[in-house]
Structures are given as structure tokens and as C-alpha cells.
């Protein structure tokens, strides 16, 4: 009698490639994470060590350019904050302009000088720095077609401040951030406070972060 029994089939051979090639797969994506995780590292510690690089400051003029079209206090000192108008740091130092404003108002008669650059339209006066200096009370916003005050006060980096006494002497230059875009307390807003309250007698100070003026209008 035949034997109609179904034969056993042996099961098939695993191949050992399978687990080398998911071996692979896994240091590729290990290296790939590891590889990730350094980038974004080293752009961290770019941006912080870029925040922390001082502009040129400038040199302001040590008494008040007879010649500037810029309105000058008789019976206040006077400051003036130099800002581009789409440099993203200027937000940061019209933020602390508004702190110095919010308790020496009285004090000191503000405007912020806003660099346009010859061949820009209007639009450049719709900015949201533009807007934030003119909600600050008190601040004029001025608008320097070519840089023409700009370049007449020696300002060379978005954000420098200077301070002129009611008699047109220098009294403050430099920067009121602590790092560039930075917000909070920091060394030049001191100072310039405590130019404003009388706590100092020389000419103060202080380092500027923020765009180069020149810079940005390349960049426009």
C-alpha cells in the first residue's frame, strides 16, 4: 500500500545577513543623532558667543555738533538712541530705553534716530522698532534720510545711546544691553542712569551690541 503521508517539509535556513544589515541601520542612525546633536550644539554656542561680541561704538563728539538738525534740550539733557529700523537687536535696546524713561522721564528729553538709507521707501518707517519708539512717552522718532546725523555723531552700531548735558557736553556714550537682543538689567543702563541722577563726573562708557549700521543697510 503506498504511503500517502504528507512528507515533512524542514523549515528554511535563516540567513545571518538580516541581523548584520539591522546592526548597520543602527549605527548609521546613532552616527546620524550623534552627528545632529553636534550641529545643534555648535550653533548654540555660536549664537551665544555672537550675542556676546560688542559692535564698534563709535566716537561720539565731545559737545553738541552746532550743525545737526537734531533738537537739543535747553533745560535737560538730552539722549538719543541711534537704531536701524529692521535690526532685529534694536528691540532690546528700546526695551531698555523705556525703562530708563519709565522713572527719569523728567529728567531727560529722549528721541531715537532712526537710519534710513538713501533709495528706501516709506515702508521702512512702518517697522515694528518704529512703532515701539513712538509708544515710549515722551520719545521722539526721527527719521535720518543717508544717515546724515547718524554718521554726525559717530554712530556706527544700532543702539548707541548718547547723552548730552543741558550746556551740550558729552555726557554718555555706548550701549544700554547686556548682550545683543538681551533684555534686563546690565552695565550701560546703570551708567546712564546714574549719569541722569548725577552719580558720575566723567564722561561714562559703555560697550554697544547690536548691528553694525552700515551692515544692515547692505543687507536690506
Same mark, same amino acid.
Given at each position: 500500500?503506498?504511503?500517502?503521508?504528507?512528507?515533512?517539509?524542514?523549515?528554511?535556513?535563516?540567513?545571518?545577513?538580516?541581523?548584520?544589515?539591522?546592526?548597520?541601520?543602527?549605527?548609521?542612525?546613532?552616527?546620524?543623532?550623534?552627528?545632529?546633536?553636534?550641529?545643534?550644539?555648535?550653533?548654540? /554656542?555660536?549664537?551665544?558667543?555672537?550675542?556676546? /561680541?560688542?559692535?564698534?561704538?563709535?566716537?561720539?563728539?565731545?559737545?553738541?555738533?552746532?550743525?545737526? &538738525?537734531? *533738537?537739543?534740550?535747553?533745560? $535737560?539733557?538730552?539722549? /538719543?538712541?541711534?537704531? #536701524?529700523?529692521?535690526?532685529?537687536?534694536?528691540?532690546?535696546?528700546?526695551?531698555?530705553?523705556?525703562?530708563?524713561?519709565?522713572?527719569?522721564?523728567?529728567?531727560?528729553?529722549?528721541?531715537?534716530?532712526?537710519?534710513?538709507?538713501?533709495?528706501?521707501?516709506?515702508?521702512? &518707517?512702518?517697522?515694528?522698532?518704529?512703532?515701539?519708539?513712538?509708544? /515710549?512717552?515722551?520719545? #521722539?522718532?526721527?527719521?535720518?534720510?543717508?544717515?546724515?546725523?547718524?554718521? &554726525?555723531?559717530?554712530?556706527?552700531?544700532? +543702539?548707541?545711546?548718547?547723552?548730552?548735558?543741558?550746556?551740550?557736553? $558729552?555726557?554718555?556714550?555706548?550701549?544700554?544691553?547686556?548682550?545683543?537682543? *538681551?533684555? +534686563?538689567?546690565?552695565? +550701560?543702563?546703570?551708567?546712564?542712569?546714574? &549719569?541722569?541722577?548725577?552719580?558720575?563726573?566723567?564722561?561714562?562708557?559703555?560697550?554697544?551690541?547690536?548691528?553694525?549700521?552700515?551692515?544692515?543697510?547692505?543687507?536690506?
Amino acid at each position: 500500500m503506498a504511503d500517502t503521508s504528507t512528507p515533512m517539509l524542514s523549515p528554511p535556513e535563516e540567513s545571518d545577513s538580516t541581523p548584520r544589515r539591522c546592526a548597520i541601520s543602527d549605527s548609521v542612525l546613532v552616527a546620524a543623532l550623534a552627528l545632529w546633536l553636534l550641529v545643534v550644539l555648535g550653533a548654540m /554656542i555660536w549664537l551665544n558667543y555672537y550675542k556676546a /561680541i560688542p559692535g564698534p561704538g563709535g566716537q561720539a563728539p565731545p559737545r553738541w555738533p552746532v550743525e545737526s &538738525r537734531l *533738537h537739543r534740550a535747553r533745560s $535737560l539733557p538730552t539722549l /538719543i538712541l541711534f537704531a #536701524h529700523p529692521k535690526c532685529p537687536c534694536t528691540q532690546a535696546s528700546l526695551s531698555e530705553l523705556r525703562v530708563v524713561l519709565s522713572s527719569l522721564r523728567d529728567k531727560v528729553a529722549p528721541e531715537v534716530v532712526f537710519l534710513l538709507p538713501n533709495g528706501t521707501g516709506n515702508d521702512w &518707517r512702518r517697522t515694528a522698532a518704529w512703532r515701539t519708539a513712538e509708544s /515710549i512717552p515722551g520719545v #521722539h522718532a526721527f527719521a535720518d534720510a543717508g544717515g546724515v546725523e547718524t554718521a &554726525r555723531f559717530g554712530a556706527q552700531v544700532s +543702539g548707541q545711546v548718547v547723552l548730552y548735558g543741558a550746556d551740550g557736553w $558729552l555726557l554718555f556714550q555706548g550701549g544700554i544691553t547686556g548682550s545683543r537682543g *538681551h533684555e +534686563g538689567a546690565n552695565p +550701560g543702563r546703570s551708567r546712564l542712569m546714574a &549719569r541722569l541722577t548725577g552719580g558720575a563726573s566723567n564722561t561714562e562708557t559703555s560697550l554697544v551690541y547690536g548691528c553694525g549700521l552700515d551692515d544692515v543697510s547692505k543687507r536690506r
